[in-house]
């Protein structure tokens, strides 16, 4: 395995554990992050594809918030903030336990549902934020998918797929002014 590959996420998920108490939404806060598989699919310029969704579009959790979700890896979930909701999948976090909050690569993803405030730094607030997280049956977007609906970056009359982006323009059209 490189470190391009992204090594499976454990299933270590216990629905019975005893403390998990199931419930349809659960009140978290969200940090977020980069990531090196992400960072390994956008140098290797794969953003469009399935691969970063899955690197970037994943809800880390700890194992006993995803027993109280009833969620397993790979699973989707809604997340909402003040400032928006996304579709994410859900997976094991490596770096449990953390009950009560949940890691997101920073990203198209994560970008929906942080805060644009700055404070005068420059940065959007990442890290503290304030969510909740709950099962749903919806599947992420893609990235293209994402950008389309959420920032209106495409035509909306145009269905915008990973193989109309990146498409060359017609030889015979010219683009640039003289």
Known sequence: MTYVDKPTVPNVVKFDEP????RNKLEVMLNT???IYQGACKKRGSTL???YRHASGTAYLDPKDMAKLGVKNWDTALVKT????VVVYTAHSRDAPHEGQIFICKGPW?????SPETYCCCDP???????SIEKTDEDPLLMADLMAEVYKKYDKHETVTANKL???PDNNVCHYRS
């Open 82 to 85: 003040n400032w928006g909701e």
């Open 33 to 35: 992050g980069s990531d």
């Open 166 to 168: 990146g498409k060359k």
């Open 49 to 51: 594809k399935d691969e």
């Open 110 to 114: 994560a970008n929906v549902i942080v």
């Open 19 to 22: 403390t998990a108490t199931k």
């Open 125 to 131: 607030t990442y890290k503290g934020v304030p969510a």
